[in-house]
């Protein structure tokens, strides 16, 4: 916790995989279509009019899908393969983050909605997606403490490495 600006982590923090995701999309609730922090970026990707976005970590796509009905050039990243395979099947341009970097993709502005708080160290994570996206534009969504993370025992908002010991501790 930073007593100067009040962020806060989990540590040590014990990340989910591509399959922890899957099982958590599995939920209706989970990747929450037309939820305030997608509806605003929605906004401001208008306002801005980039000539090209990538949405890092976009989940069931949701996002991507507005965009390129209102004819936004638009590609997405997810470790879910399941959704990666889905999204792909709907013919919208979403890679896993290995095969984006392969791929060379690159975009004037790069979206990143609650993505944040589920990687090891976001400093460096976010200074790799902008070394590997090139753009001009970041905007980031993350969870606020003092909502919904910090007064809830929903288990859908606590990071992998609570979850996952929830889930095991229940199995034994």
Known sequence: WCS??????????????????????????????MSWDKVTALEMVRQLRPQSVVDVGCGDGWLIRQLQKEGFAVQGTEINEAEIQ????ENLAVYSPEAA???????????????????RSPLEWLSEQVGHFKPDTVLLAVPAHDTMLGYTSDPLVWPPDRKSTRLNSSHT
């Not at 009040?6 to 399959?19: I, K």
């Open 101 to 119: 970097v392969q791929a060379g993709v690159r975009a004037s502005m790069m979206v990143s909605l609650q993505t944040l708080e589920h990687v």
């Open 4 to 33: 100067d600006c009040d962020l806060r982590w989990y540590d040590p923090c014990h990340l989910g995989e591509g399959d922890f995701y899957a099982h958590l999309g599995s939920f209706p609730s989970y990747y929450a279509p």
């Open 86 to 89: 889905s999204l792909k099947a």
